[in-house]
């Protein structure tokens, strides 16, 4: 079983930057991969980010790509989603989850375990 728990949600101005993280319990974390999803009201919950197990690989949706990094650090069990340049339309509820397979991916019946979501919001 793993717990996670998002942080660093907020009310931003576009063009503004948070930090969201999500930190994990277990000692798996380091063997799991992470990915980041957000669900804006009235829409279906969409990929925004994912990492592999160990840090390496990486990939984006075309809408946030250039704009947000994602990052872990093991040793803290923890995983980050630093988001730059923000836009109204990145409002949303953004969750972590973690896949006990190392493999990253873009695909959310993948996952395993679930935060329970960080609230994103992007005033004009």
């Known amino acids: 079983q793993v717990q996670l728990v998002e942080s660093g949600g907020g009310l931003v101005q576009a063009g503004g930057s948070l930090r969201l993280s999500c930190a994990a319990s277990g000692s798996a974390f380091s063997g799991y991969a992470v990915g980041w999803f957000r669900q804006a009201p009235g829409k279906e919950r969409e990929f925004v980010a994912t990492?592999?197990?160990?840090?390496?690989?990486?990939g984006y949706a075309d809408s946030v790509k250039g704009r947000f990094t994602i990052s872990r650090d093991n040793a803290k069990n923890t995983a980050y989603l630093q988001m730059n340049s923000l836009k109204p339309e990145d409002t949303a509820v953004y969750y972590c989850?973690?896949?006990?397979?190392?493999?990253?991916?873009?695909?959310?019946?993948?996952?395993?375990?679930w935060g329970q979501g960080t609230q994103v919001t992007v005033s004009s």
């Open positions: 990492i592999d197990y160990s840090g390496d690989v990486t």
């Open positions: 989850a973690v896949d006990t397979s190392k493999w990253a991916t873009r695909t959310d019946s993948t996952y395993d375990y």
